[in-house]
């Protein structure tokens, strides 16, 4: 089966006693065909995504790694979670074994739930026009990279496939979702954000800034964290080691697809509507080496 939208084609994997219902630019969506209507299963590919395009090239192993990553961080979040199953024997088809969770449906939130510590990316594009970031005025004199005082909650809308997600204020998001649930959006984003922070510091890794997405359990109404959770394709992470405001951080992420696709050497245009070409092998290795890292320096554990 294949899935085509725009900028976007990829065959989808039959996993028998699976229905596939969505792709998005990383992850396949999966129902029971005939097990609990309240369960999904999610599946991360090796696909990966610049600039609005998902790329011919695959990054070996990402979706591993993104998956057993975000399980981990759900082990340490005391924040209720959408997991349900992660190995064969509690119902993962062994074809996805390692890279897929089984997981409980959720009405998700038509928010973006950004946490940011640190001042970068379009957070510093705003600072720059306005002094502020979503609305939420910040001191003078930051610059690329800077500590904030504390932590702040910058939401974004959800976008269309292939488009860019929308900053947004948080007066935006109570009127999207009431007052109470974005106060409780609001409230968890940030907690997760300063107990992640606290670990990925303890672990020499600067936890710059992360997106998270919640949704409600019908079964028992309760705000529940879903999708991905604090990796490299969903966070920016730092070496607290070489970080140094007034200048852009490397990142444990795509930072070298971004720099390649940028370069001379690679020939595209981003503004040309063209798709970007295939990804040189030692980029690819490059990558794939540096979501290892962030996957072994986070958790302590080996990846294999």
Same mark, same amino acid.
């Given at each position: 089966?294949?899935?085509?939208?725009?900028?976007?084609?990829?065959?989808?994997?039959?996993?028998?006693?699976?229905?596939?219902?969505?792709?998005?630019?990383?992850?396949?969506?999966?129902?029971?065909?005939?097990?609990?209507?309240?369960?999904?299963?999610?599946?991360?590919?090796?696909?990966?995504?610049?600039?609005?395009?998902?790329?011919?090239?695959?990054?070996?192993?990402?979706?591993?790694?993104?998956?057993?990553?975000?399980?981990?961080?759900?082990?340490?979040?005391?924040?209720?979670?959408?997991?349900?199953?992660?190995? *064969?024997?509690?119902?993962?088809?062994?074809?996805?074994?390692?890279?897929?969770?089984?997981?409980?449906?959720?009405?998700?939130?038509?928010?973006?739930?950004?946490?940011?510590?640190?001042?970068?990316?379009?957070?510093?594009?705003?600072? +720059?026009?306005?002094?502020?970031?979503?609305?939420?005025?910040?001191?003078?004199?930051? *610059?690329?990279?800077?500590?904030?005082?504390?932590?702040?909650?910058?939401?974004?809308?959800?976008?269309?496939?292939?488009?860019?997600?929308?900053?947004?204020?948080?007066?935006?998001?109570?009127?999207?979702?009431?007052?109470?649930?974005?106060?409780?959006?609001?409230?968890?984003?940030?907690?997760?954000?300063?107990?992640?922070?606290?670990?990925? +510091?303890?672990?020499?890794?600067?936890?710059?800034?992360?997106?998270?997405?919640?949704?409600?359990?019908?079964?028992?109404?309760?705000?529940?964290?879903?999708?991905?959770?604090?990796?490299?394709?969903?966070?920016?992470?730092?070496?607290?080691?070489?970080?140094?405001?007034? +200048?852009?951080?490397?990142?444990?992420?795509?930072?070298?697809?971004?720099?390649?696709?940028?370069?001379?050497?690679?020939?595209?245009? +981003?503004?040309?509507?063209?798709?970007?070409?295939?990804?040189?092998?030692?980029?690819?290795?490059?990558?794939?080496?540096?979501?290892?890292?962030?996957?072994?320096?986070?958790?302590?554990?080996?990846?294999?």
């Amino acid at each position: 089966m294949s899935i085509d939208k725009p900028g976007f084609s990829t065959e989808v994997l039959e996993l028998p006693g699976w229905r596939h219902i969505y792709s998005g630019k990383v992850r396949d969506l999966y129902e029971p065909v005939d097990g609990p209507a309240d369960q999904v299963l999610v599946v991360a590919s090796d696909r990966i995504s610049a600039y609005d395009h998902v790329l011919a090239s695959t990054i070996p192993d990402k979706g591993r790694i993104l998956t057993q990553l975000s399980l981990w961080w759900f082990e340490q979040l005391n924040v209720p979670n959408h997991v349900v199953a992660s190995t *064969v024997d509690d119902g993962v088809p062994a074809e996805v074994a390692g890279r897929a969770m089984v997981c409980r449906r959720l009405e998700m939130y038509p928010v973006e739930c950004i946490a940011r510590g640190y001042l970068t990316g379009s957070g510093l594009a705003e600072y +720059r026009e306005s002094g502020t970031v979503c609305a939420i005025p910040l001191p003078e004199g930051l *610059v690329d990279g800077s500590r904030l005082p504390e932590a702040v909650f910058t939401p974004s809308a959800k976008a269309e496939f292939g488009e860019h997600d929308v900053n947004i204020t948080y007066e935006d998001v109570t009127g999207m979702v009431g007052d109470e649930a974005a106060a409780q959006l609001r409230d968890l984003t940030l907690e997760i954000y300063r107990e992640a922070e606290r670990i990925a +510091r303890e672990r020499g890794i600067i936890l710059a800034d992360t997106k998270v997405e919640f949704g409600v359990d019908p079964t028992t109404g309760y705000i529940t964290l879903g999708d991905e959770v604090l990796t490299p394709d969903s966070s920016r992470f730092w070496d607290a080691a070489t970080w140094e405001p007034g +200048r852009a951080q490397p990142s444990f992420d795509k930072q070298f697809v971004r720099d390649w696709l940028t370069s001379a050497e690679s020939g595209w245009d +981003r503004t040309s509507g063209q798709e970007p070409p295939a990804l040189p092998e030692e980029v690819v290795k490059r990558t794939r080496d540096r979501y290892v890292e962030a996957y072994e320096r986070l958790t302590g554990r080996t990846f294999s």
